[in-house]
């Protein structure tokens, strides 16, 4: 008797591990079995809610789960990488990074609630786009070369531009040509482009440096703003018209901004793996890279290590020119 009642507590005991154990493999097989959050670290209507509310919607038909953006702005982005940072690492929380985010603001926050480099796992590229400079639509300036000429014959009352804050790409991207053409500006920060292009039109600030996604529809009415030229090495197909700033007169210039999705450090190899692939398939549609185009974007490419290894150059290229040009965010 008693040994039957030992063998049967050890059968049950079997049943009972092997019925853990092929649930336990639904659930991780059942990943993502809710909803997932996308922080983006900037405010709503900018460039990168336009790249996340973009990958959202493309990823979640493939990961059978909405993807919700959750917009925690501020401190250049700081803010809401420092909570994806804190996030658990299953896969549910995600954020989108930039080249901000992820390459600029060590350089120029003493403070950083995260380390770019170590606390993150790079998923995939969303886009890229050029950083755009404009004009009024009535300005005496038709061309970079007109800026560079009107800024070297004003250095006692600098020409004024404004970008969607202090150590944004932007902002850099400002810094950059003024390197690049021996000329000296006053940037001008504002909360992003909600600011500065009511700045703009107003003739509160010369020139208007931003991601060409957040101008695009202001630029392609022109009745109001113009553009001069975009960043990019190639001219961007959503503006043919446009010349890079390349081709103004300043060889070799070429600036792009970028968005990433990101989860936190320690994030399952086989959820960052369901991850990725979704984000690869979603701009690989047709549909997603018309959409993108439309938006002044090109779909982005890079994903996992390859991603970590684009992050490590341009940290080297955007680090050296805050040195080199003193930037800081006082």
Do not use: C
Request: glycine share 10%.
């Amino acid at each position: 008797m008693q040994r039957s009642r030992v063998l049967n507590i050890a059968a049950a005991a079997l049943i009972g591990g092997a019925a853990a154990i092929v649930t336990s493999g639904a659930q991780a097989q059942a990943w993502p079995a809710r909803p997932i959050t996308l922080i983006v670290p900037y405010p709503a209507g900018g460039t990168a809610d336009l790249a996340a509310r973009t990958i959202a919607q493309a990823m979640g038909p493939h990961l059978k789960q909405s993807i919700v953006v959750d917009n925690r702005a501020g401190a250049g982005g700081n803010i809401g990488m420092g909570v994806l940072k804190r996030a658990a690492p299953d896969g549910y929380t995600i954020g989108l990074g930039t080249i901000g985010t992820q390459t600029i603001n060590a350089f120029l926050y003493p403070d950083m609630p995260f380390d770019p480099a170590r606390d993150f796992t790079p998923l995939s590229m969303v886009f890229t786009t050029p950083n755009v400079i404009a004009v009024r639509a009535d300005s005496d300036m038709k061309t970079v070369q007109d800026l560079v000429r009107k800024a070297k014959a004003n250095e006692a009352k600098p020409l004024t531009y404004a970008s969607p804050g202090v150590g944004s790409s932007v902002h850099l991207t400002g810094a950059y040509l003024e390197q690049a053409a021996g000329i000296r500006m006053l940037h001008v920060p504002f909360k992003g482009v909600s600011g500065s292009m009511p700045a703009l039109i107003g003739g509160q600030v010369d020139v208007l440096l931003d991601n060409l996604p957040s101008t695009l529809a202001q630029l392609k009415d022109g009745s109001r703003v113009r553009a001069l030229a975009v960043t990019s090495a190639q001219r961007a197909p959503a503006l043919p018209d446009v010349p890079t700033v390349a081709e103004s007169g300043l060889p070799g210039f070429d600036v792009t901004a970028w968005f990433a999705l990101y989860a936190p450090a320690g994030t399952p190899q086989a959820v960052q793996t369901t991850l990725i692939e979704a984000a690869q398939k979603a701009l690989a549609t047709p549909a997603v890279k018309e959409q993108l185009v439309a938006l002044g974007a090109a779909a982005g490419a890079l994903a996992g290590p390859r991603l970590s290894a684009f992050e490590g150059q341009e940290r080297e290229r955007w680090g050296r020119l805050v040195k080199d040009r003193n930037i800081t965010t006082q």
